[in-house]
């Protein structure tokens, strides 16, 4: 089974100010990853995944996450952060070719600060 | 509009009382799945669902059950056996057991 680790629980950013959020799994084996964002009250939304390909992905709104494999890690990124990115932010890994769960993090709360 | 639905958005219970909350998909999903999330514990599986028929329990089954007899719907129902039902419950679904999960948004129970 994989753990997966966020190890911030809170990140507090001024606005227009670079944020990396920090994943990693524990297992070597082929994965999928997954970043999902909650804003208050609602459901998770996808973000942005890995499935294979490019190791470097990229969501609509500015975000990206590196897949590292030697790491074991699956950092999310952004270069300047706005108030509405304010949120809870999830990692979240599956394995590709056995296991039948879907690992989450405990989340990472994002502040951006006006 | 493919999407998840689940209903209602807030609901109170007395406790002692059973409850059910209604998870319905139309994006012909085989796999679904229930969630709870408290404050600073991120999600945690209930129950989960791989196709008509058949489920498995999750890390906290204790005081929960669902049924799955059509695709679209997996209710999760709240027993009274549960310690502690007061938390926000997610339901998800994917195509595949291992493939993105697309989320609903949410069911809040409070038990008074």
């Known amino acids: 089974a994989q753990s997966v680790t966020q190890l911030d629980s809170q990140v507090p950013v001024f606005e227009e100010a670079p944020v990396e959020l920090r994943c990693n799994y524990s297992s070597s084996v082929s994965v999928y990853l997954f970043w999902y964002v909650q804003y208050p009250n609602q459901g998770l939304q996808l973000l942005l995944k890995y499935l294979s390909g490019s190791t470097l992905v990229e969501s609509i709104n500015g975000f990206e996450a590196e897949f590292n494999k030697s790491q074991t890690s699956f950092h999310l990124r952004k270069p300047s952060v706005h108030i509405s990115d304010t949120a809870e932010y999830f990692c979240?890994?599956?394995?590709?070719?056995?296991?039948?769960?879907?690992?989450f993090g405990t989340g990472t709360s994002l502040t951006v600060i006006p | 509009d493919g999407g998840i639905t689940q209903s209602p958005k807030y609901l109170f219970r007395k406790e002692g009382q059973n409850v059910t909350l209604s998870c319905e998909q139309n994006l012909n999903h085989d796999a679904m799945y229930w969630y709870r999330q408290d404050p600073g514990q991120g999600l945690r599986l209930i129950y989960y669902?791989?196709?008509?028929?058949?489920?498995q329990k999750g890390d906290i089954a204790e005081g929960y059950s669902v049924s799955r007899e059509k695709k679209e719907s997996f209710p999760l129902t709240v027993t009274s056996a549960q310690k502690n039902p007061t938390a926000f419950y997610l339901c998800?679904?994917?195509?595949?057991?291992?493939?993105?999960?697309?989320f609903g948004p949410g069911t809040r129970l409070t038990v008074l």
């Open positions: 669902s791989q196709i008509v028929n058949d489920f």
């Open positions: 998800a679904s994917s195509i595949e057991i291992r493939g993105e999960q697309f």
């Open positions: 979240a890994v599956s394995e590709r070719n056995t296991g039948n769960q879907f690992y």
